[in-house]
């Protein structure tokens, strides 16, 4: 319209300027700043305990990978600590991908058994 173009159905220009009014509106970032919301009354959480403790048994468990066999610690290594894909495990191992999703499952059963014999 700046431009000098003609607007030839009114009705689809308003709804465009408007949903890109709404998006624009949506996309703006306000940051708030903590002493104001605490000044509101807002108290942030004290924490789940659930998370804590899902934490550190995450924590025993992968040093408990240290007692599986070479062949799993490794997979079990680069997927559930560094968060390697299968395909990716593959390429760093010269594995297929099915054979390396056989050792983290294999590996995994067996750190399960190790996990809950340890917990006792």
Same mark, same amino acid.
């Given at each position: 319209?700046?431009?000098?173009?003609?607007?030839?159905?009114?009705?689809?220009?308003?709804?465009?300027?408007?949903?890109?009014?709404?998006?624009?509106? !949506?996309?703006?970032?306000?940051?708030?700043?903590?002493?104001?919301?605490?000044?509101?009354?807002?108290?942030?959480?004290?924490?789940?305990?659930?998370?804590?403790?899902?934490?550190?048994?995450?924590?025993?468990?992968?040093?408990?990978?240290?007692?599986?066999?070479?062949? !799993?610690?490794?997979?079990?290594?680069?997927?559930?600590?560094?968060?390697?894909?299968?395909?990716?495990?593959?390429?760093?191992?010269?594995?297929?991908?099915?054979?390396?999703?056989?050792?983290?499952?294999?590996?995994?059963?067996?750190?399960?058994?190790?996990?809950?014999?340890?917990?006792?």
């Amino acid at each position: 319209m700046l431009k000098g173009g003609k607007i030839e159905l009114m009705k689809a220009f308003l709804y465009h300027v408007l949903n890109d009014l709404v998006v624009d509106q !949506y996309r703006k970032h306000k940051p708030v700043s903590l002493d104001v919301l605490l000044a509101k009354g807002y108290e942030p959480p004290a924490g789940h305990p659930e998370h804590h403790f899902n934490t550190l048994d995450g924590k025993a468990a992968a040093l408990l990978i240290q007692r599986l066999p070479e062949k !799993y610690q490794k997979v079990m290594h680069m997927r559930y600590i560094r968060d390697f894909s299968l395909k990716e495990i593959s390429l760093v191992t010269g594995q297929s991908i099915n054979t390396t999703a056989v050792q983290l499952h294999r590996g995994l059963e067996k750190l399960k058994l190790i996990y809950a014999s340890s917990s006792i």
